[in-house]
C-alpha cells in the first residue's frame, strides 16, 4: 500500500520559505517510470486544488497562483517529494497534501490521485 507522508508546513509571515517534503511508503521515486506525483492544497471552505505536478521526465506543472514562487522536485537517492515555496502570501495558508497518481500524466486534478498523505498546514501571516 502506498502511502505518502507529508512534513515541513508550519507559520511563517508574508514573504518567508517553507520547503515542504513527503516520503512515500510503498512507492520507489525513479528515474523514470515514474506515476505523476504532486502538491495540493486546500483551505478552509474551499475545494482541494492542484499547486504542483510532475511527472517523467521531469515536466512540471504550477497553478497560476504559484508560478515563478514554489519549486516542485524529486530525490530518488531519498526517495521524496519536495514543494520549495518561497515569496509566500496570506492566500497560500491551507493544508498542502501530497498526492500519488497510477497515471503516468496528468494528474494536476484531485480525481486523478490514487493516493493522499495526511497532509501538513501552512499558515502565512501578513
Known amino acids: 500500500q502506498v502511502q505518502p507522508v507529508e512534513s515541513g508546513g508550519g507559520s511563517v509571515q508574508a514573504g518567508g520559505s517553507l520547503r515542504l517534503s513527503c516520503a512515500a511508503s510503498?512507492?520507489?521515486?525513479?528515474?523514470?517510470?515514474?506515476?505523476?506525483a504532486g502538491w495540493f492544497r486546500q483551505a478552509p471552505g474551499k475545494e482541494r486544488e492542484g499547486v504542483a505536478t510532475?511527472?517523467?521526465?521531469?515536466?512540471?506543472n504550477y497553478a497560476d497562483s504559484v508560478k515563478g514562487r514554489f519549486t516542485i522536485s524529486k530525490d530518488n537517492a531519498k526517495n521524496t517529494l519536495y514543494l520549495q515555496m518561497n515569496s509566500l502570501k496570506p492566500e497560500d495558508t491551507a493544508m498542502y497534501y501530497c498526492?500519488?497518481?497510477?497515471?503516468?500524466?496528468?494528474?494536476?486534478?484531485?480525481?486523478?490521485?490514487?493516493?493522499w498523505g495526511q497532509g501538513t498546514q501552512v499558515s502565512v501571516s501578513t
Open positions: 498526492g500519488i497518481s497510477r497515471l503516468v500524466r496528468g494528474c494536476q486534478g484531485r480525481a486523478a490521485i490514487s493516493y
Open positions: 510532475i511527472e517523467d521526465p521531469g515536466i512540471t
Open positions: 510503498g512507492y520507489t521515486f525513479r528515474t523514470y517510470g515514474n506515476s505523476c
